[in-house]
């Protein structure tokens, strides 16, 4: 071996032996592969979590307010989370969703599949290229119209890129030739980006041009049998929200161009919605203003009381179908007569970033977000001292305490960074710490240094501020759910 060869060999070597590879954050928020040293901070093999390597950019934060495309309406949930580098637009309605928001929104995605698992729902997933020949049939090709994206592949044969799926999804079930009425109900659905033309894409991740929902497409033996599902649906629905500390509102809607015969929307009240909705102050009767009469002001349930009109933001909608679709494609089952019989069919959908973003919209102050607490990207944030300030070596404990959290508190585990960025004032990572959300920040100071160390603890979801031993740190997260 050449001896300039042997030499560099000798120095690759010696520094795999001193080092990690581990990404490292450069000033413009990309990562590089670089040394790290083996005595970093981790929970056993697994290295903790530090706020300097989560992919955050901050040249995209700085620009956020600038980055709005031309002519498109702004919200506070863009505006935070653009400034959050959470999200940052590519093109009229579309966004990239950056690492924290997909951690987020993969944990709503578990909470979805627990609830739509729950009630008997099975996972699938179904092209997104749709040929046009099913939406031809079905008679939606013209009456979507500029909604839809169409195309043509090599051959000139028409296709679009699916914004709901019920042609596909009846198409599929109608070629199960043996469907008996026993494995009735049966509920199917998938969570996929979908694809909507859009005219005025605006309010970030509420309105846009593709986007992640969650559509559920349900084949009962008769009325009656659907009404029940749609039912189950409904309840799962409200779980869920329920379960995101969410305050929704079932109302009466319009079927528009999906169809059917039933429907309901779910709504959550918000200045900026764009649905006006009608709600009675003496009982439980809401509806959508498109399904009433322009000069209505009595309610039509309990007939006393008073209409008030607000706002909404639409985040789920369902829909009894009836055999609207199923008898176009010919889906049907084998009855207890053993003579076919074609179902009856309910769709059900759930906007997957419109709940992210209007979740953020409601929840949050006017300078940082506020997360449902169960789909926060993380959990817990640890602040170190200043590195040179007078309680410097609190540092140590601040990593002990990271450490602690993740092997006393399994659930803990992946949820919980240590803001090392200690160049930085405590209030200036204060600060961020309260644009990103984290539930809780934990600020290791003096108290931990003394005999009996305190933590001083930041419950940003109520805005309370707590001093706790560690044994009462660790009650405390420890009754923190997560999924």
């Known amino acids: 071996m050449e001896p300039v060869m042997l030499q560099v060999w000798q120095r690759a070597f010696r520094r795999l032996h001193r080092t990690l590879i581990l990404p490292k954050r450069l000033d413009s928020g990309c990562a590089e592969q670089a040394a790290v040293p083996a005595s970093a901070p981790s929970y056993g093999s697994k290295p903790v ?55 987020s929104m993969e944990k709503l995605v578990r909470v979805i599949d627990q609830e739509m698992q729950g009630i008997g729902g099975q996972k699938l997933d179904m092209p997104s290229l749709c040929s046009a020949d099913l939406w031809k049939t079905s008679e939606r090709w013209d009456l979507m119209g500029k909604e839809l994206f169409r195309l043509k592949d090599r051959h000139g044969a028409d296709y679009c890129l699916g914004p709901t799926h019920e042609e596909a999804v009846t198409t599929l079930v109608a070629h199960q030739a043996t469907l008996s009425y026993r494995q009735l109900p049966l509920l199917l659905y998938q969570i996929t980006r979908k694809f909507r033309d859009e005219p005025k894409p605006k309010f970030g991740l509420l309105r846009g041009r593709e986007f992640y929902m969650k559509d559920m497409y349900s084949f009962d033996v008769s009325e009656e049998a659907a009404h029940q599902t749609y039912e189950s649906v409904c309840q799962a629905y409200t779980r869920l929200f329920a379960r995101l500390g969410l305050r929704c509102v079932q109302v009466q809607a319009d079927t528009g161009n999906i169809g059917g015969k039933l429907s309901h929307e779910f709504q959550l009240p918000a200045d900026i919605g764009e649905d006006r909705l009608l709600v009675c102050g003496s009982c439980s009767f809401s509806a959508n203003v ?111 305490l990271v450490q602690a959290l993740g092997e006393t508190l399994p659930h803990l585990r992946g949820e919980v960074v240590l803001d090392d960025r200690t160049q930085m004032t405590i209030g200036k990572r204060l600060k961020d710490a309260s644009k990103l959300g984290y539930p809780y920040v934990i600020v290791v100071g003096q108290g931990a240094l003394e005999e009996t160390p305190r933590f001083e603890v930041i419950c940003q979801q109520t805005g309370e501020t707590v001093f706790l031993s560690r044994d009462g740190l660790l009650d405390l997260l420890g009754r923190v759910e997560t999924i």
């Open 49 to 103: 979590l530090l706020v300097s390597r989560l992919y955050q950019p901050s040249n995209l934060r700085d620009v956020a307010l600038d980055s709005r495309l031309p002519g498109e309406m702004s919200c506070k949930s863009q505006r935070l989370m653009q400034q959050a580098g959470l999200i940052h637009p590519s093109s009229p309605g579309c966004y990239y969703y950056l690492p924290a928001t997909v951690r």
């Open 290 to 400: 498109e399904t009433m009469s322009s000069d209505q002001s009595n309610c039509p349930q309990c007939e006393t009381g008073k209409l008030v009109e607000s706002k909404g933001i639409e985040v789920g909608h369902t829909f009894y179908l009836g055999k609207k679709y199923s008898h176009i494609f010919k889906a049907t089952f084998s009855n207890a007569q053993n003579k076919p019989a074609v179902a009856d069919m309910g769709c059900y959908g759930l906007g997957v970033t419109r709940i992210l973003a209007a979740a953020v919209e409601v929840m949050s102050t006017e300078e940082g977000i506020r997360w449902p607490g169960l789909i926060a990207p993380y959990q817990v944030c640890v602040l170190p001292p200043k590195k040179g300030s007078k309680v410097d070596e609190a540092t140590l404990q601040a990593e002990e």
